[in-house]
T-cell receptor, first 109, second 116 residues
Framework: GQNIDQPTEMTATEGAIVQINCTYQ??????LFWYQQHAGEAPTFLSY??LDGLEEKGRFSSFLSRSKGYSYLLLKELQMKDSASYLC??????????WGAGTKLIIKP | GAVVSQHPSRVICKSGTSVKIECRSL??????MFWYRQFPKQSLMLMAT?????????EQGVEKDKFLINHASLTLSTLTVTSAHPEDSSFYIC????????????FGEGSRLTVL
């Protein structure tokens, strides 16, 4: 079956760095997405990886290893506004997004 | 980026009534829109794929007669929850593909439905 695993919750300190991991198993693969979702709001697109390696976008970076079925989202210089849930989603061979349950990130001062 | 607007953001209704939620793409045409449901602390669950001018494609376990989807134009899809029950209370979110990547979705603001 198809499955996405990511930690339920993580805590980090303002100004620090945090890495949110995601492993996936899908029927075929057409890319890995990360979305940010603040409580009570809709998700917003953060990043897309389809080739192995690291994609950097400002304070956020995303990494993909297709052979390992693994991705991570790296957040640097954490700010209080980064407190949110981070959703990992893999696109299968039918271009359907398979969603993880999300990782709730708590930032402490 | 592309804008998707969803309305209403919150709705409270009595059990047995029907509720309609609208999803509009404001600055682009969306031949396909997606309707999700999200329970607290859980991930998005795809309910159905809404196709302009044709019938929606429902995911397994989603009752098509209960969750009516109409995609009458390239900018509007509606979800009607018919004969709502308390267990239908949830956060409903629509999305459409509008970015350069195939999976880059733009989401509506979401609609929180509470059925009394």
């Amino acid at each position: 079956g198809q499955n996405i695993d990511q930690p339920t919750e993580m805590t980090a300190t303002e100004g620090a760095i945090v890495q949110i991991n995601c492993t996936y198993q899908t029927s075929g693969f057409n890319g890995l997405f990360w979305y940010q979702q603040h409580a009570g709001e809709a998700p917003t697109f953060l990043s897309y990886n389809v080739l192995d390696g690291l994609e950097e976008k400002g304070r956020f970076s995303s990494f993909l290893s297709r052979s390992k079925g693994y991705s991570y989202l790296l957040l640097k210089e954490l700010q209080m506004k980064d407190s949110a849930s981070y959703l990992c989603a893999a696109m299968d061979s039918n271009y359907q997004l398979i969603w993880g349950a999300g990782t709730k990130l708590i930032i402490k001062p | 980026g592309a804008v998707v607007s969803q309305h209403p953001s919150r709705v409270i209704c009595k059990s047995g009534t029907s509720v309609k939620i609208e999803c509009r793409s404001l600055d682009f045409q969306a031949t396909t829109m997606f309707w999700y449901r999200q329970f607290p602390k859980q991930s998005l669950m795809l309910m159905a794929t809404s196709n302009e001018g044709s019938k929606a494609t429902y995911e397994q376990g989603v009752e098509k007669d209960k969750f009516l989807i109409n995609h009458a134009s390239l900018t509007l899809s509606t979800l009607t929850v018919t004969s709502a029950h308390p267990e239908d209370s949830s956060f409903y979110i629509c999305s459409a593909r509008g970015g350069k990547e195939a999976g880059e979705l733009f989401f509506g603001e979401g609609s929180r439905l509470t059925v009394l």
